[in-house]
């Protein structure tokens, strides 16, 4: 199946510092990508939907001033965690969809100390 | 909205088949989904069946949908140690919507 892949596999930062995370599509061209959070033992919630050369469209309640999403090429998008807090502690995992299926990347864990 | 509803923990004996079920509430879901993650991994997607389909095979996965009711399951015959896991349904209504997932079934296999 195709491939998506993020970094960093896992970040710890301190409070009040931003974090950037990297979704790329390997071997097909994505125009639009998901952003997915995951608390330990819950599912997957969709935190914004990112459209190549477009802005992105936030889910209720996601600040889009904190997560900024930036889909600038059609096999990137990064997510940036602006002054990160411990409750922005989580996993968050990417996925694009190049026809009918769905792939996602390996996620990358978010640590805020 | 879509609703997508699973039963959250299933164990089975190594070696016996496993039975996944989910139910969703869209008539309109085009495609259903069926992924697994395993502790601190992303999600890999095992197999998905087009909504005009009633059964779909896959080696030892079996989906079987049944539109009527909007019961999704997923089989895995001769189930092993390899499959214990978070599996996750999801289903999208077309195009570029995202997808909407159920809960996670926590599938636990005894040797």
């Known amino acids: 199946g195709a491939v998506v892949s993020q970094h960093p596999s896992w970040v710890i930062c301190k409070s009040g510092t931003s974090v950037k995370i990297e979704c790329r599509s390997l071997?097909?061209?994505?125009?639009?990508m998901f952003w997915y959070r995951q608390f330990p033992k819950q599912s997957l919630m969709l935190m914004a939907t990112?459209?190549?050369?477009?802005?992105?469209?936030?889910e209720q309640g996601v600040e889009k001033d904190k997560f900024l999403i930036n889909h600038a090429s059609l096999t990137l998008s990064t997510l940036t965690v602006t002054s990160a807090h411990p409750e922005d502690s989580s996993f968050y995992i990417c996925?694009?969809?190049?026809?009918?299926?769905?792939?996602f990347g390996p996620g990358t864990r978010l640590t805020v100390t | 909205g879509e609703d997508v509803e699973q039963s959250l923990f299933l164990s089975v004996r190594e070696g016996d088949s496993s039975v996944i079920n989910c139910t969703y509430t869209?008539?309109?879901?085009?495609?259903l989904y069926w992924y697994k993650q395993e502790p601190g991994a992303g999600l890999q997607l095992l197999t998905y069946?087009?909504?005009?389909?009633d059964m779909k095979q896959d080696q030892r996965l079996t989906v079987l949908l049944n539109k009527k009711d909007k019961h999704l399951s997923l089989r895995i015959a001769d189930t092993q140690t390899g499959d214990s896991a978070i599996y996750f349904c999801?289903?999208?209504?077309?195009?570029?919507?995202?997808?909407?997932f159920g809960k996670g079934t926590r599938l636990s296999v005894i040797a």
């Open positions: 999801a289903d999208v209504l077309s195009g570029n919507t995202p997808l909407v």
């Open positions: 990112s459209n190549e050369g477009s802005k992105a469209t936030y």
């Open positions: 869209d008539s309109s879901s085009t495609y």
């Open positions: 069946i087009f909504s005009n389909m």
């Open positions: 996925s694009a969809r190049p026809g009918n299926e769905q792939y």
């Open positions: 071997d097909f061209q994505a125009t639009t």
